[in-house]
Structures are given as structure tokens and as C-alpha cells.
């Protein structure tokens, strides 16, 4: 198989200066990148389009944090789980919004819930829960989908709330000890600026991970953030070979919350390069670069952590 050095880019300068630690040589580092992967892992590449999964919401469109990044914004496109009818799908995607603590209300709806169950499995998007909580929800859930962040003064910015990394820390460990919990890391999570993630990537270093989700700050309407810029594709690339590099044989998946259009077809194809094992509706230059390095391709209609 080739080294991947077809889409040499050269750093945009505008890229370093939003940077929190400095990107040097990245072709070398997706290069390292690239090379780990192929040492760890098979040469294959997922593709998940998750079209047979549904996405319930144990609240509606009620969520009361209006986070700057979100605003409740997403939550319009699930379905609330008391309305929505059991039908064709293999797979659920339970979520809802937040109390003002960044409490999803697990125990909610649990009727309705057992009603999807059969046949299906289950990712939980739980947000801070509780011992008590985990071991009352803990037969219906068959992995959770956890949104971990680095430091402080990001959570208070972002989500409104006196949460610290050390919340966040313990509830990881709580879950880990009910489910397969997959860390959702979001780069430029702070309107686009970086800060938290080397935090958050060392932190799970010592915690530990069978998987690792990124994702990446997308400007939503009518959000605190609606008028900032993603990272500039280059310096997401650095992250993620970044996290390869620290991740050697774990699972890492770029998520389906990324801006779509040009962004993605410039992201996309740095994202094969720096090892990622699973990419959820990739750009069609992703696919193509996938075919030039050698890499078979799998399809799932699956959320991408199931």
C-alpha cells in the first residue's frame, strides 16, 4: 500500500495562529499517523450512513442550557420518544436535552424505551447521570455516547454551567462500569478556538478508551457561536493524527457533526490520512483517496459507534 502523500497541503497560516500548541511538519505527523494505523488495523475503512437508526428524544425540543454551540438547535430533528412509533429501524439513538445541571432525564419515558427495544441496540447519549440511574437504564443500553471536555473555563463558556473536568472524569468512570463508553471529543468546541482537546486527549490517555469520537464545531443559527468559523481543516487533520498517535490500536471515528460542504471535502480526505477507522457520510474525495491508498471499504446504516 502507498504512503498516503497524495493531498500534500502546505499549513494556511491563519491555521497556526488559532492553534494552542504548535503544529510542526504536519505531512510527517499524518505520515506517523498513517503508518500506526496501518500497523494496528486492518486494511479497511468504514463508512457509516445511519440511515437505520432512529433518533428519540426523552424531552422534545425542551432543553434548558442553551449551550453556545447548540442552542436546542438539534434536537429538531428527533423524533420525541412518546410520539414515535416502533418501525423498521435495527438501532436507536437515545438523547434529549439537559437540565440546567447537564442532566439528560434517563429515567424518563422508560415504557416507551422498552418499546423500541426488541431487536435493536441501543447508544445512549446520557450527558451526567447517576449510579442509580446507570443500573436502573443499564439493561436496555447497549453503549453510551459521551461528550468529554479538557478544561473548565470551556465547559463554563460553552454550556453555561459550574461543571468541572473532574465531573466529567467521574461520570466516564461510572459509565465505563455499566457500558462501552465511546468519548465524544468536539475540536474548536469554543466557537472554533482550541483549548481543550489536548487536555481532554491526555485525560483519556490515563482514563483509558475503547473508542474515540471527534467531531468538529459546526455554526449553527440562532447560537451564541452562529458567527464563528470552524478550525481550518489543517489544524483538525493535526488533531486527529494527534490522537492516532496517542490512540495507537484504538478505534477512532470522525462523527457525522461536521460542517458539510467544502469544509468536508477538504477534511475528509485528511481524515483517511490520519488513520481514522470510521467516517460517517464521507465526501466523495474521501472515498476516492480511501481507493488510491489501498484501503476495502465497508458500509454500515448504522450510527457510526454501533
Not at 440511515?51 to 442553551?66: E, H, I, K, N
Not at 442552542?71 to 438523547?95: F, K, N, V
Not at 439493561?139 to 473536568?165: A, N
Request: proline share 8%; hydrophobic share 40%.
Amino acid at each position: 500500500m502507498p504512503r498516503p502523500d497524495q493531498a500534500e497541503k502546505l499549513l494556511a497560516p491563519a491555521a497556526v495562529l488559532c492553534y494552542t500548541w504548535p503544529m510542526i511538519n504536519l505531512e510527517g505527523k499524518l505520515a506517523r499517523a498513517w503508518d500506526l494505523r496501518r500497523a494496528n488495523f486492518a486494511d479497511e475503512i468504514t463508512w457509516s450512513y445511519p440511515l437505520d437508526t432512529a433518533v428519540l428524544s426523552l424531552t422534545g425540543q425542551q432543553c434548558a442550557l442553551d449551550c453556545a454551540h447548540c442552542g436546542g438547535h438539534y434536537l429538531g430533528g428527533m423524533r420525541p420518544i412518546w410520539q414515535a412509533e416502533p418501525d423498521g429501524s435495527t438501532s436507536c439513538l437515545i438523547s434529549g436535552g439537559c437540565d440546567p445541571t447537564g442532566r439528560v432525564p434517563v429515567l424518563a419515558h422508560l415504557d416507551a424505551v422498552r418499546s423500541w427495544r426488541p431487536d435493536r441496540t441501543m447508544n445512549w447519549h446520557v450527558g451526567f447521570v447517576t449510579d442509580a440511574e446507570m443500573q436502573t437504564i443499564a439493561p436496555l443500553v447497549d453503549i453510551v455516547s459521551f461528550d468529554f471536555v479538557g478544561d473548565d473555563q470551556t465547559i463554563g463558556e460553552v454550556y453555561g454551567t459550574d461543571r468541572t473536568v473532574e465531573d466529567y472524569v467521574e461520570t466516564y468512570r461510572l459509565l465505563r462500569r455499566y457500558a462501552r463508553t465511546l468519548p465524544h471529543i468536539t475540536l474548536g468546541l469554543r466557537g472554533g478556538e482550541l483549548g481543550h482537546e489536548l487536555p481532554a486527549l491526555e485525560l483519556l490517555q490515563e482514563l483509558g478508551a475503547d473508542g474515540l469520537v471527534l467531531l468538529v464545531f459546526m455554526p449553527t443559527p440562532g447560537t451564541r457561536y452562529a458567527g464563528c468559523a470552524p478550525p481550518e481543516p489543517t489544524v483538525v487533520a493535526d488533531l486527529m493524527a494527534e490522537a492516532r498517535l496517542r490512540f495507537a490500536d484504538v478505534p477512532i471515528y470522525l462523527g457525522c457533526m461536521r460542517p458539510k460542504g467544502i469544509y468536508r471535502n477538504e477534511l475528509d480526505p485528511l481524515a483517511v490520512r490520519a488513520g481514522m477507522n470510521v467516517i460517517v457520510s464521507p465526501s466523495r474525495p474521501a472515498r476516492e483517496l480511501a481507493a488510491e491508498l489501498g484501503l476495502s471499504s465497508r458500509e454500515m446504516r448504522e450510527c457510526c459507534v454501533l
